[in-house]
């Protein structure tokens, strides 16, 4: 159902798009139907069908809800093809969410890594036991994750949301933070000695199943890696940032006069003094 209403919506808006003569990359197409096709591997595939059994089908289809489709779905610009061609009404109620404080506050690298750690800090409690095991909390997680995952990133990638150079200077310094932090609940997973979650009954099915705590480790490998790669489209978007603030300012102080630019410079110094 969540497939048939995106790739319906995306059709509609894009129709529209071409109705008003706006331009809409064909590549941001190319994107979406990615992550279409991605979200379809993950619900239908062996990690869809195998999640409340593996912990480590469960892992991979969490982190990449997660991190990679959020990622991808940026890429497709969905919010810049409801502007071009979707309604009024929902386009301006996306821009004020893009601007609200809740969004703003996530939509950045000191937010961003903490969220990551907290959500993957749950596989190390027996909590992730019962979140893999619940068929309520798989609808939740199908929903909502690549909803956080997409609400983190899409600020980063929206030419409308400003920051300074400085800011982007502390987010670009904290995302190579980040590349430490999310890795670490994956690190403690793979290291372990014990099953954390206590499910330590062996999985039944094909031979090839692994024990409770191989699936772990397995779990830990997969989670480790993808937070590692899932860090790098955050990089790029914050260099744009970075590229689009640094033209901003440099526009602003071409634009003063000799006086006004005097003016600037002597209250410079004098805060300074």
Do not use: K
């Not at 309604?87 to 969004?103: I, K, T």
């Not at 920051?163 to 980040?178: D, I, Y």
């Not at 590229?243 to 410079?265: G, H, I, K, N």
């Amino acid at each position: 159902m969540l497939i048939a209403v995106a790739v319906g919506t995306w059709c509609w808006w894009s129709v529209s798009a071409r109705r008003r003569r706006a331009r809409h990359p064909w590549w941001r197409t190319v994107a979406f139907v990615v992550a279409v096709a991605l979200f379809a591997v993950l619900q239908f595939g062996i990690v869809g069908l195998e999640d409340r059994t593996l912990r480590w089908a469960f892992v991979l289809r969490l982190a990449v809800l997660f991190s990679v489709l959020p990622a991808v779905a940026v890429v497709a610009a969905p919010v810049a093809l409801l502007r071009a061609g979707g309604p009024p009404r929902l386009a301006h109620a996306a821009d004020a969410a893009l601007q609200s404080r809740p969004v703003r506050l996530l939509g950045n690298a000191i937010a961003s890594p903490l969220v990551a750690l907290v959500l993957f800090s749950v596989l190390l409690t027996p909590l992730a036991a019962t979140i893999r095991e619940s068929s309520g909390w798989a609808t939740a997680i199908t929903v909502l994750v690549p909803a956080l995952g997409f609400t983190l990133l899409a600020p980063l990638a929206e030419a409308g949301v400003l920051r300074s150079s400085t800011f982007v200077t502390a987010e670009f310094l904290l995302a190579f933070v980040e590349l430490v932090v999310d890795a670490v609940p994956g690190i403690v997973l793979r290291i372990t000695g014990h099953v954390l979650d206590h499910a330590t009954r062996a999985a039944v099915g094909p031979a090839w199943y692994p024990s409770a705590l191989r699936d772990q480790h397995l779990s830990g490998d997969l989670l480790w890696f993808i937070a590692e790669v899932a860090d790098v489209p955050v990089l790029v978007l914050l260099f744009l940032r970075w590229q689009r603030s640094d033209r901003r300012e440099a526009r602003a102080v071409d634009a003063l006069t000799d006086e006004q630019m005097d003016a600037l410079t002597r209250e410079h110094l004098t805060r300074r003094g």
